[in-house]
């Protein structure tokens, strides 16, 4: 059985920081780039980070560069997503999901997401 699964979110007042895990299961990890998404209430999923499968390329959304950095550690199928610097408007359910490259469009599979609430 697939499963992708998001810990590590949580309550931080404004300037905080929080370490997001993904740790996967049930297909070859090491072949897939995984990415991080977040939504807000109300508004519509966005992509936040990108980490390629063996190169370990990195992408960024703007609304993050020099304040989130995304890793991964093959060793134990998981991916990190560290959050600095937390914003109020940072708020919102992140989830990660499994593609082929982090270019592509269609992601295969998907975490139920972890919640960040930055309090200001």
């Known amino acids: 059985e697939v499963q992708l699964v998001e810990s590590g979110g949580g309550l931080v007042q404004a300037g905080g920081s929080l370490r997001l895990s993904c740790a996967a299961s049930g297909f070859t990890f090491d072949d897939y780039a995984i990415g991080w998404f977040r939504q807000a209430p109300g508004k519509e999923r966005e992509g936040v980070s990108c980490i390629s499968s063996r190169t370990s390329i990195t992408y960024y959304a703007d609304f993050v560069k020099g304040r989130f950095t995304i890793s991964r550690d093959n060793a134990k199928n998981t991916v990190f997503l560290q959050l600095n610097s937390l914003k109020p408007e940072d708020t919102g359910v992140y989830s990660c999901?499994?593609?082929?490259?982090?270019?592509?469009?269609?992601?295969?599979?998907w975490g139920q997401g972890t919640q960040v609430t930055v309090s200001s």
């Open positions: 999901a499994a593609t082929v490259d982090c270019t592509a469009r269609h992601y295969d599979y």
